[in-house]
């Protein structure tokens, strides 16, 4: 998506740890206009039946809803982040080790609220070690939904997440897949 790089070369920011910044228009600060061609993205990639659209709070949550309007009735469930132990009869929960936070934790939701037979569509800002997907994914499994794919904003492919969830036969789809990143500045994949 040209406009998401062109954003990110405009507005993105690089911190030490190899983390990106967008906080001007998703991560903090949303461009709400920008937001919805974002879903209109995900929502034109993943043409198929989607009955839930899962993320992870927080940043995940506004492209969430800003795709789930595409479908017919299509809920958004974002996961909850509690401690490590953080784990209950009425939740699926899954450990995920956290890249900009370094440490772990728990990433929990209601039985409620997934089923099988649900055709999940996942969506997450960053793609990067690939563990908060493969999280995400475990729930997916947990209920016996079906994960119809993962769409990510943002993708490092300089690290090692993307090969990790396409290995186990996942389609991931990203706006914006950045193979170097450094202080001359930011490349994207053809
Ligand atoms: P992973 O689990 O793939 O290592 O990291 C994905 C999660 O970490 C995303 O949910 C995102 O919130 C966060 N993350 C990873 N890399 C970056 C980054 O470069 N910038 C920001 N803002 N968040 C990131």
Request: cysteine-free; hydrophobic content about 30%; charged content about 25%.
């Given at each position: 998506m040209k406009a998401l790089e062109e954003k990110i070369l405009k507005e993105g920011k690089i911190l030490p740890g190899g983390v990106l910044k967008i906080?001007?228009?998703?991560?903090?600060?949303?461009?709400t206009r920008f937001l919805e061609e974002i879903g209109a993205e995900f929502a034109r990639l993943f043409p198929e039946e989607v009955t839930k659209i899962l993320t992870v709070e927080a940043s995940g949550i506004s492209m969430a809803v800003a795709t789930a309007k595409?479908?017919?009735y299509c809920p958004v469930i974002f996961a909850k982040k509690g401690e490590a132990a953080n784990m209950s009869e009425e939740t699926y929960s899954s450990k995920l080790f956290s890249f900009t936070r370094k440490r772990d934790f728990m990433a929990n939701v209601a039985k409620d609220y997934l089923h099988e037979g649900d055709k999940v569509l996942i969506i997450d800002d960053f793609l990067a070690s690939g563990q908060a997907l493969k999280a995400l994914i475990d729930i997916c499994h947990q209920a016996k939904a079906e994960v119809v794919g993962c769409g990510i904003?943002?993708?490092?492919?300089?690290?090692?997440g993307g090969d990790l969830i396409r290995g186990m036969g996942v389609r991931v789809e990203s706006l914006a897949r950045i193979v170097r990143m450094d202080d001359d500045g930011i490349e994207f994949a053809e």
């Open positions: 906080d001007s228009f998703l991560n903090h600060q949303i461009d595409h479908y017919d904003a943002v993708e490092k492919v300089h690290q090692s």
